[in-house]
């Protein structure tokens, strides 16, 4: 997939891209957060913390407590808030989203892909759950 500027995808004829222009063209468009921060921030209700881990890698590492668990296949369907498929949180295209993977890639290009849907404050956590659980923040098996 090629992209053109921080945020769309590019028209034909332009060269294609690799994926790290990639991640940091997205990237480019939005504030990431750090642990912390999105710890934070979900605990004063600030912002849905979304994991799209795959189930072998939450069964491995466990779970943070209060994100809610959206496979990244419906990631799109379930926090778009026009959608017959949303989750019963995702009201606005003003919730704040919070993506989180297992390090900090995927969960790069899933917020761009929110973007898209006008989920304008949707970023993703650096380092993902790995970076998480570094930083001591509360994980359940």
Known sequence: MAVSGARGLAASGERPVGIDELLERVRSGYARVEPRDAYDAA??????????????????????????????????????????????????????????CNEGYASSLAAASLHQLGLHRATDLVGGFQAWRAAGLPVTP
């Open 43 to 100: 605990g004063t209700g600030e912002a849905l913390l979304v994991d799209i881990r795959y189930a072998a890698l939450r069964e491995r590492d466990g779970l943070i407590p209060g994100a809610v668990v959206v496979e990244r296949n419906e990631l799109e369907w379930r926090l778009d808030p026009q959608g017959s498929h949303r989750l019963p949180e995702a009201t606005s295209h003003d919730l704040r989203v919070v993506v989180i």
